[in-house]
């Protein structure tokens, strides 16, 4: 990980100079004026007025982090009209983990929308990460149309199930891990321990934080129905705790016909995976399992003896945005020898380059820059890397799409170096 203090980092002075142009304020913003940042963040994100007691919590937790703010200084409220926060965290990546920029709270006031407040915004922070030296930024986000003018693209497609547990039934043999309810508090800790175990499995994940598991386990000042959201961990043979689970039961119209929502399911082992998924799916007066943030590849329909009883639907969900293509390819591990020119265009200018990337038998990665009017074998822009670079889509199909081009045979060896045996997956929101 990098030792970057990313509270240190200063405002991106493009941004600054040209919302300065225009009458506006773009700054780093601290110490007593993140509570207004809060109720900014809040209104931007369609949400009430929030309680005094929110707002303290958000802005400990916020204080922690760089926050962006647009100020106008013909507001009638002290709240910035835009706001941005970012972290450092940490990736995980097929073969390892590499430090990113993480990107959340991306609001502008609903008065002063659509004057390209956003972009300055959001074209600062990826020049100040990039000029931090990290390889990478990413987001989950509200709308799938924003993003991609940035250069970033959906890299982490995720699965949200909803099964018919009257029809499923089970085929595969019966889990050993026992299962037992826990209070919230054990909840939000065993959540927070089993992702930090886990979360270098598949690429696509990055570090979780207290106040996530907190939240996800009805903890934190903001939640609506805390007491409607259950718990249990999954344990082993020997008593170690394997996997857990934050669920709600929704009653539905008649007694015997509830719904069951997983928000959160983290298993250590497929034992435990199997068995939580086998507790949700036998529930008794439950006839309908959903389940949020799955990754595509979840191997539940192996388990259910009727497949066509759960219904998917895949979605965007993590986003990446690579800003150093060398350093990103260095991050990760390759399948097999590779040998190819390889041009990258990116809208910013941020990472574009031409590169030969090589790597023969057992030796290391080796990039060298290119002459830019060098012929390239492959070319594409950095959104389309980004969507391969996980796992989650393949380079032929981007082809398909009009986004890769070039030499075929070397778009099909750059593409299976690309491969991942597992689908990326990011169980969280940030
Ligand atoms: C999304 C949001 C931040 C955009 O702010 P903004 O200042 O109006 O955006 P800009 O004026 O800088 O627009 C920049 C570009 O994005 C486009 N754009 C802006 N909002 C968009 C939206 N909701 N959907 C699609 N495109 C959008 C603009 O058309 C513009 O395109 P162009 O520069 O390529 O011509 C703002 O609408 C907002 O706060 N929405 C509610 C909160 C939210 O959803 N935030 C995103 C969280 S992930």
Redesign the pocket.
């Known amino acids: 990980m990098t030792s970057i203090d990313v509270k240190t980092v200063p405002a991106d002075p493009t941004s600054r100079d040209s919302l300065a142009r225009r009458g506006l304020d773009y700054r780093v913003v601290s110490g007593d004026d993140i509570p207004d940042f809060v109720r900014a963040v809040h209104r931007?994100?369609l949400g009430p007025e929030p309680e005094q007691k929110v707002v303290d919590a958000d802005a400990s937790l916020y204080a922690e982090n760089r926050l962006i703010g647009v100020y106008d200084p013909e507001a009638a409220q002290p709240y910035p009209v835009?706001t941005e926060m970012s972290w450092i965290t940490s990736l995980s990546v097929p073969g390892g983990a590499a430090p990113m920029w993480a990107i959340s709270e991306?609001?502008?006031a609903a008065t002063?929308?659509?004057?390209?407040?956003?972009?300055?915004m959001l074209e600062g922070e990826l020049r100040a990460a990039a000029g931090a030296g990290l390889p990478f930024a990413g987001?989950?986000?509200?709308?799938t149309?924003?993003y991609g003018?940035y250069g970033f693209a959906p890299a982490v497609p995720t699965s949200t199930m909803t099964i018919d547990t009257r029809r499923a039934g089970w085929s595969a043999a019966r889990p050993e891990a026992r299962l037992l309810f826990v209070e919230r508090e054990q909840l939000a800790e065993d959540l927070g321990v089993l992702h930090e175990r886990v979360h270098g499995v598949r690429a696509g994940n990055i570090s979780g934080w207290e106040h996530r598991w907190r939240q996800q386990a009805g903890l934190t000042a903001d939640a609506e129905k805390p007491r409607d959201i259950r718990g249990v961990r999954a344990l082993d043979a020997d008593g170690e705790l394997v996997g857990a689970m934050a669920f709600v039961v929704k009653e539905g119209d008649e007694f015997a016909v509830n719904s069951l929502s997983v928000d959160l399911l983290i298993a250590a082992t497929p034992d435990a995976l199997a068995a939580l998924w086998r507790f949700a799916l036998t529930y008794d007066l439950v006839t309908t399992v959903t389940a949020s943030r799955r990754p595509v590849d979840d191997p539940l329909p192996w388990l259910v003896a009727d497949s066509r009883a759960i219904r998917q639907r895949v979605i965007d969900h993590g986003w990446l945005r690579i800003l150093d293509v060398p350093a990103a390819l260095r991050a990760r591990s390759l399948n097999g020898a590779l040998g190819l020119r390889l041009r990258v265009t990116d809208p910013l200018g941020i990472a574009d380059g031409s590169w030969t990337v090589a790597k023969l038998g057992g030796a290391g990665l080796e990039i060298a820059e290119l002459d830019e009017d060098a012929r390239a074998d492959v070319t594409l822009d950095v959104g389309a890397l980004a969507a391969a670079y996980l796992g989650g889509a393949t380079l032929e199909t981007l082809a398909d799409a009009g986004r890769v081009s070039g030499d075929p045979a070397k778009i099909a060896e750059l593409s299976s170096a690309l491969r991942t045996a597992r689908a990326p997956h990011l169980p969280i929101w940030y």
């Open positions: 931007g994100f835009s991306v609001t502008v002063h929308r659509r004057r390209g407040i956003a972009r300055a987001l989950t986000v509200s709308e149309t924003i003018r």
